[in-house]
């Protein structure tokens, strides 16, 4: 793929080298954080602003995982469907120039193997986009022949009854020889044009491709290759071949290639030594300014073995790495100011100084810094009045999503059932009618898919709502969201943005795979998004305004058993705003900071009736959102109240809770302020059985919640609460 981003003038030479040795200066595409190939453009400014799209060429942040490339790949095609069948809504932008953009995706073979191959190809053609797959077929996944690997060992056999016949769906297929340069041109210049034009897929099948180098520099071809294999590879190299074939078609003499060779070697010779010469800056400074810190160290008192000890790793270090040398300095630091040598203050200076470059270097665009990012977004609270009135949730979000589709043409919302019956709880009841099939539809059972629709829609200046149906179906959509979306901006360094919204439902309702609450692992999985849990749908709605006037990704996880639940709509629902990382303080108490989120909050309240009798003042708080969490240590203001706390949720023990317990008493220092242990309560380690009684025995509960509470205040006081 170098070799494309190359002859588009998207790379070069050093760029390329900068990447292989993770220059964080000098590498364009991602500041030193991705593997080398891994390309990227810019499609924001550093204001966050988006750039020209069509008057550029656009390559995606890629990422490692293989067969990742495909579901984002699958998005942006949809981004140019969308932009052409949306033209007269959308108009002039600078996205798209009629939904003319192809999106190119290349893989390698063995990874065809992987299931969001064929998931994407399958979606491709129902969805009938502008998107070409070139399979580069090279026999072999790492030393695994391709035999073990795909049906029939070849991949264009394997997915024939995909081709595209007479009008109905499908794709168009090629298969060409990487050798044959003027076949590969003709071929592609004809499925391309297609492609283009009338919006099919394409997968390209380049047999043949030969590898001039193993997988890694570990893992050498020579070693699972046989010898006639290798041999045919020498024959039948693509620039051996390309040479012949430019001598035979009388385009070049063969001095004219062999000038080309030597040049080209020696292009690459000296850009590979400006950019080693570029990245070994640093360090040789840096082994500079230690040298002689050592030299001044060793007539001070208590530091001669150290110093000689440096000294001898400094002079073994033969191309020593700035890591390596920051380490010496920390420990000869270390030792400097327990002999309290003033030497020490001007170490930390420097560290102090290295310390934050490399904050600025690794630590930045995990979340987006500009003025729409979503935690800057201004807070306007709900209004009510006389004339508020009291609907079912599900009515409260149907309205919502109504006005905003009025008010952003460019918002889309697709998902499983989404479309024609508006969604499984009638969110969306009725806005395909009014609003058409190409911004509300449905989509296949595929979630992992769906949320590359959602990526790569979003990285085209869409405003996607993507739905997945419940919380526990999330983890087949989970892969792309943990290594693709969440990633973006940080492995792009800033040069790319996506802010896709994943709407879902969660938490409890009666079923083994619809009640699941899975909070530790998402939290965990998704750092780059913002993740918020709506203890009811006017909240919802709020964090739905919030986020579509940001540019973060997000995940909402509405309550699955609030739907019919009466709320009172607010007068402003189509503007006011819900804070993220600003938990609500719904009760105030004195004895126990009960801190939970989501439907557990309706079990908080609950409990809180029940604990009347017991004389236990509860100060009820709703966290809202996990990520970010409880950003005006809202949580430890309450505890230096009530001295104690106690976590709900309905995760597995070690899960959601745990979490939470982290951020507050590690994080934030709330544990100085305890006077007795921390608690949790949350579901048990199983998935919740189906059936009322399995969700009451399983999830936690009003009772259970009592329990654990008056059990607390028993320990400070056990002759005034009785043992439960």
């Known amino acids: 793929d170098q070799t494309m981003m190359m002859a588009l003038g998207i790379t ?14 000098n590498d364009p595409f991602s500041g030193g954080r991705q593997m080398n190939s891994h390309f990227a453009t810019p499609t924001v400014d550093e204001n966050g602003q988006w750039l020209d799209h069509k008057n550029q060429y656009n390559t995606s942040s890629d990422i490692s995982s293989t067969g990742g490339q495909m579901a984002r790949g699958l998005g942006l095609a949809f981004a140019s469907k969308k932009y052409r069948t949306l033209n007269k809504q959308l108009g002039d932008n600078n996205f798209s120039a009629n939904g003319n953009e192809v999106s190119f995706v290349t893989i390698g073979d063995a990874s065809t193997s992987e299931g969001i191959f064929w998931e994407t190809i399958n979606a491709a053609g129902v969805l009938q986009v502008p998107m070409v797959v070139s399979v580069w077929d090279d026999g072999y996944g790492i030393s695994v022949p391709k035999h073990l690997q795909t049906a029939k060992a070849s991949i264009s056999k394997a997915t024939r009854g995909l081709i595209k016949e007479d009008e109905r769906d499908g794709m168009l297929m090629f298969v060409g020889k990487a050798y044959d340069y003027p076949g590969l041109v003709e071929m592609y210049e004809k499925g391309i044009k297609q492609v283009r034009e009338n919006h099919i897929p394409a997968l390209f099948h380049i047999e043949d491709c030969t590898q001039p180098q193993g997988h890694s520099t570990s893992g050498s071809h020579e070693r699972y290759k046989s010898k006639d ?16 074939w430019m001598i035979n078609a009388g385009l070049a003499s063969h001095e004219k290639i062999e000038g080309i060779r030597e040049k080209a070697r020696n292009a690459a010779r000296e850009g590979k030594q400006r950019a080693w010469e570029a990245v070994q800056e640093r360090p040789l400074q840096t082994k500079a300014t230690l040298t002689q810190w050592v030299e001044d160290s060793k007539s001070l008192d208590g530091m001669d073995q150290l110093a000689m000890e440096i000294s001898s790793e400094l002079k073994m270090q033969v191309i020593p790495s700035l890591s390596e040398l920051v380490a010496l300095i920390r420990r000869l630091y270390y030792q400097l100011k327990l002999n309290g040598h003033s030497l020490s203050d001007e170490i930390k200076l420097w560290l102090n100084v290295t310390m934050a470059k490399a904050d600025q270097d690794y630590h930045t665009h995990l979340y987006s810094n500009t003025v729409n990012a979503a935690t800057r977004i201004d807070v306007k609270p709900a209004v009510y009045s006389e004339d508020s009135v009291k609907i079912p949730g599900y009515q409260i979000l149907n309205q919502f999503f109504d006005e905003k589709m009025q008010e952003y043409p460019e918002m889309i919302a697709f998902g499983e059932d989404v479309g024609q019956i508006g969604d499984v709880n009638q969110g969306f009841a009725g806005l395909q009618e009014k609003y058409g099939k190409e911004r509300v539809f449905d989509t296949g059972i595929r979630e992992w898919s769906i949320m590359g629709q959602a990526i790569g829609t979003a990285m085209r200046g869409f405003r996607p709502i993507a739905e997945i149906q419940y919380l526990d179906y999330l983890i087949y959509g989970l892969e792309p969201l943990s290594d693709d979306l969440a990633t973006l901006r940080y492995r792009s360094n800033g040069l790319q ?49 919030t986020l579509l006037k940001a540019d973060d990704p997000a995940l909402v996880i509405e309550p699955l058993n609030g739907y019919r639940i009466r709320e009172t709509r607010p007068d402003n629902l189509n503007s006011f705003c819900v804070p993220l990382g600003s938990p609500e303080v719904l009760q105030e108490g004195s004895d126990i900071t009960l801190v939970t989120y989501g439907s557990c ?19 009820l708080i709703d966290v809202q959102t996990l990520l970010p969490f409880d950003m005006e240590s809202v949580i430890v203001h309450s505890i230096k109240k009530t001295n104690r706390v106690l976590f709900l949720d309905e995760d597995v023990p070690g899960g959601g809770t745990a979490y939470m317990m982290r951020e507050v008493l590690e994080t934030q220092g709330g544990y100085q302020y305890l006077d007795s242990a921390p608690q949790t309560i949350s579901a048990h380690a199983h998935r919740t059985p189906f059936g009322s009684e ?19 205040m028993r320990e400070v006081m056990p002759d005034y609460y009785p043992e439960l």
């Open 12 to 25: 070069n030479i050093e760029q390329f080298f900068a990447q292989l040795y993770a220059d964080t200066y």
């Open 497 to 545: 943005s996506a802010p896709a919204i994943i709407r879902t439902r969660g938490h409890r309702l009666e079923g083994i795979w619809h009640a699941g609450s899975p909070m530790g692992m998402i939290v965990n999985s998704l750092r780059g998004m913002y993740v918020c849990v709506p203890r009811n749908m006017v909240q919802a709605a709020g964090m739905y305004n």
């Open 601 to 619: 909050v309706r079990v908080a309240q609950k409990a809180i009736e029940l604990l009347e009798p017991f004389d236990i003042s509860i100060e």
């Open 229 to 244: 294999r290798l041999e045919w590879e020498k024959e039948y190299d693509c620039i051996e071949r390309m040479a012949a």
């Open 694 to 712: 399995g969700d009451y025995f399983t999830k936690p509960n009003a009772e259970d919640l009592v329990e654990k509470v008056v059990g607390i």
